[in-house]
């Protein structure tokens, strides 16, 4: 009996606060999944550096030895420049002298990457100006790419995602859920032929030291908004046709986020997700949902009868033989 009673007792907690429960079991679960790319991250690519860091001392030990009357500290002062330059996007190689970073095309690809927040990191400004210009102009520009994306995918949705699965509702007859997810799933494959593969292929074909993992991962990287800067296309010192290069790369670059988007809307309008993301979401009170609903239903109600007494008085007004007698009148016919 009392065993019963704590189930009941247990299980009528765990109902009251489902919510909660489920939040935290999410919070533990995104923790889990952080030390799971962590342990996984480390695991692979730590032997790497290790191999990279040898071969670089061997061959920093080899250049002393080749060339004794340089100093290793001299080499290290030399070293250290040149990766402060590399850092900001300036080479010292001969083959990389060509290329210039703040030319207008290459200053217009950086802007679409700062507004979108991909930010690559492999141009960054130099100059005082220019990064307290770079902070005013992500203030506002920021929002304002927000708000522009926004609406470009809130007009492209209706006609890719909604009237699409309307149409073959109401038309066909077919259940609304399962053409939602069968749109969602081939909105999907779409999208990740036309801005994924194809691209990668080009990618693969216009650039020389990358191949078709490296495309796709630099495809990835940036229709995500990750930017990690590691690949960034027409940067190679041979490259032809490197400023419409560079304006073709920032319109896919705009054109892909927003069909990244609108794929992550079409398929958070599926029921079953929506199902799934209230169960982490903080649910109302019932008083205050009746609050609103009483304060909905006064505010209706008094628009009502103003919109009421509003068409009775036109309505009198627009009534031209109908002629108002006073209460005088009215009596003197009576006794008549």
Request: with cysteine; charged share 15%; aromatic share 14%.
């Amino acid at each position: 009996m009392l065993q019963s009673l704590a189930g009941s007792s247990c299980v009528r907690l765990v109902e009251q606060h489902r919510s909660a429960w489920c939040f935290a079991l999410l919070v533990l679960g995104y923790l889990l999944y952080l030390v799971f790319g962590a342990v996984v991250f480390s695991s692979v690519e730590l032997p790497y550096e290790d191999l990279l860091r040898q071969e670089l001392g061997k061959l920093k030990q080899r250049f002393l030895e080749e060339h004794a009357c340089l100093s290793e500290q001299q080499l290290e002062q030399f070293l250290m420049r040149v990766l402060e330059a590399s850092n900001y996007g300036v080479s010292v190689l001969s083959n990389a002298s060509g290329n210039w970073n703040w030319d207008f095309t290459s200053s217009l690809f950086f802007a679409s990457t700062v507004l979108s927040t991909t930010g690559y990191g492999h141009t960054v400004p130099l100059s005082d100006g220019g990064k307290a210009f770079c902070i005013i102009y992500s203030v506002i520009g920021i929002p304002f790419t927000l708000l522009f994306l926004t609406a470009v995918v809130q007009r492209i949705i209706v006609y890719v995602t909604r009237r699409p699965v309307l149409y073959f509702h109401i038309r066909w007859g077919f259940s609304k859920q399962v053409v939602a997810i069968i749109h969602a799933m081939v909105l999907g494959f779409i999208t990740v032929s036309f801005f994924f593969l194809i691209p990668a292929a080009i990618f693969s074909v216009l650039e020389d030291d990358w191949n078709f993992l490296e495309s796709f991962y630099f495809c990835f990287i940036s229709l995500s908004t990750i930017g990690l800067g590691d690949y960034v296309p027409g940067e190679g010192y041979n490259q032809k046709f490197r400023e419409l290069y560079k304006i073709g790369i920032t319109c896919y670059l705009l054109m892909g986020l927003i069909a990244m988007l609108v794929v992550l809307e079409t398929f958070c309008e599926l029921h079953e997700l929506k199902k799934f993301r209230k169960l982490f979401y903080v649910k109302k009170d019932k008083e205050e949902d009746q609050m609103h609903i009483m304060e909905h239903d006064q505010l209706s109600f008094s628009s009502i009868s103003d919109q009421a007494a509003s068409m009775k008085d036109d309505q009198k007004a627009n009534e031209p033989f109908v002629n108002s007698q006073s209460p005088t009148s009215n009596d003197s016919s009576l006794n008549n």
